[in-house]
């Protein structure tokens, strides 16, 4: 099973300033045929359900403001949050779907400091 | 409109059963894998099962083997997960999966 590695557990950012979260897959999740990662990034708040913000690793989902970015490829990945806001308080997990099982990073809470 | 709506979480008491089912729409359901993933009120994501898109292809995680069975519907487009033998540790939001397309979950709670 690939595991994912996520960090900060937590993370606490003033308002406006950048919040980065880190994803390490213990083997790539980069398809050599299709040249895609297959990593996506959502947002979970209490009573709800996971948000898609990204996939294929940096595809901003539909909707998403443009403040949310996904980077990296093969094993590490970054979401950053370029100017935070109060609004995206919330648990943040990364997600590989390149091979089954499906695996979750440990979660990154993101609070406001 | 594509969507996953699952069903059929309750109040249960250890040793009983139940079975969720997720209803799929607005896409090829018989085309796709598909993932049962639970969390723990508090805690992180946990893959449980999966089935390919005939249903000849299905794994589970180890602590549900043997307990719960996932099953799939094409003809009806829908997911279903039979769960038998529940424990208190099975308490959980259950959530049906697509790739990166999960529904809203759906409670489970096993207590006497």
């Known amino acids: 099973d690939i595991v994912m590695t996520q960090s900060p557990d937590s993370l606490a950012v003033s308002l406006g300033e950048r919040a980065t979260i880190n994803c390490k897959s213990s083997?790539?999740?980069?398809?050599?045929?299709?040249?895609?990662?297959?990593l996506a990034w959502y947002q979970q708040k209490p009573g709800q359900s996971p948000k898609l913000l990204i996939y294929?690793?940096?595809t901003r989902e539909s909707g998403v403001p443009d403040r949310f970015s996904g980077s990296g490829s093969g094993t590490d990945f970054t979401l950053t949050i370029s100017s935070l806001q109060a609004e995206d308080v919330a648990f943040y997990y990364c997600?590989?779907?390149?091979?089954?099982?499906?695996?979750f990073g440990g979660g990154t809470k993101v609070e406001i400091k | 409109e594509v969507q996953l709506v699952e069903s059929g979480g309750d109040l249960v008491q250890p040793g009983g059963s139940l079975r969720l089912s997720c209803a799929a729409s607005?896409?090829?359901?018989?085309?796709?894998?598909m993932y049962w993933v639970r969390q723990v009120p508090g805690k992180g994501l946990v893959w449980v099962s999966h089935?390919?898109?005939?249903?000849?292809?299905?794994s589970y995680e180890d602590s549900v083997k043997g307990r719960f069975t996932i099953s799939r519907d094409n003809a009806k487009n829908t997911l279903y997960l039979q769960m038998s033998s529940l424990r208190a540790e099975d308490t959980a939001v259950y959530y049906c999966?697509?790739?990166?397309?999960w529904g809203q979950g759906t409670l489970v709670t096993v207590s006497s």
């Open positions: 607005g896409f090829t359901f018989s085309s796709y894998w």
């Open positions: 294929g690793a940096s």
């Open positions: 999966v697509k790739g990166t397309l």
């Open positions: 083997q790539s999740v980069l398809s050599s045929s299709s040249n895609r990662n297959y």
């Open positions: 997600h590989q779907y390149y091979s089954n099982p499906v695996t």
């Open positions: 089935i390919n898109p005939d249903g000849s292809s299905i």
